[in-house]
């Protein structure tokens, strides 16, 4: 069966690696795994055929044959789940590497978007200059907390796993903010994970899609 996933037809972030589909791509990379993508326009995503796919409206979905998920999250432990690659072969490993995908996810993504969300969308509040602070010093608190956590290991729980792989694209939201290059040991376990081959290959075919195919609009 084959699957398909959807992403942005034209992305806010302009094939950076920040949208939520880059996450299920390096996943399929990662385990080997062949996939298509089906380009969806604002317009598409909320349109009753998407959203019987993923009910908010949003990207990415995942398709093989009669199953249909939505949540980025959710997409990467199912794949991770039936193919190897991205989970320990002992229980209580596989355990913790779930537990931290949920970390990156439930407790280091939130302030990260948070504070996203007033950069782009804040700027000219009366309220920014005293708000911003705030949410970066959550930032900061999490971030500080991960790196004493990671210390001077390659990864999160021994070997790279599902977890690290979510939690390096989270961290990877931070880009050009400094906040990330306030932990050294961050930086490169960001780089690490961005200099896997699996990766590149996804990074290069989101890219793709924004410099190979012309302009739409």
Not at 98 to 109: C, K, R, S
Not at 132 to 137: K, S, V, Y
Not at 180 to 187: A, K
Request: glycine content about 8%.
């Amino acid at each position: 069966m084959s699957i398909t996933i959807t992403a942005f037809e034209r992305s806010p972030d302009r094939g950076r690696g920040l949208a939520r589909d880059m996450r299920v791509r390096w996943a399929l990379e990662e385990t080997g795994q062949p996939y298509d993508v089906r380009l969806l326009s604002f317009d598409a995503m909320k349109e009753p055929a998407h959203r019987a796919l993923h009910p908010f409206g949003q990207i990415p979905t995942y398709e093989e044959g009669d199953l249909a998920l939505f949540e980025s999250g959710a997409i990467v432990l199912h794949i991770a789940e039936h193919h190897a690659g991205l989970l320990p072969d002992d229980a209580n490993g596989r355990a913790r590497a779930i537990a931290w995908m949920f970390a990156a996810l439930n407790t280091v993504e939130p302030p990260i978007v948070d504070r996203a969300i007033a950069v782009l969308l804040e700027a000219g509040k009366s309220w920014h200059e005293e708000r911003l602070p705030l949410l970066e010093d959550r930032v900061r608190g999490r971030l500080a907390e991960l790196s004493s956590r990671l210390g001077d290991a390659d990864w999160l729980d021994d070997a790279f796993s599902a977890g690290d792989l979510l939690m390096v694209t989270v961290l990877r939201r931070l880009n050009g903010s400094g906040l990330l290059e306030e932990h050294p040991n961050l930086s490169a376990y960001v780089a690490r994970g961005e200099a896997r081959p699996a990766y590149k290959r996804a990074f290069a075919d989101q890219l793709a899609i924004f410099t190979v195919r012309p302009s739409i609009g």
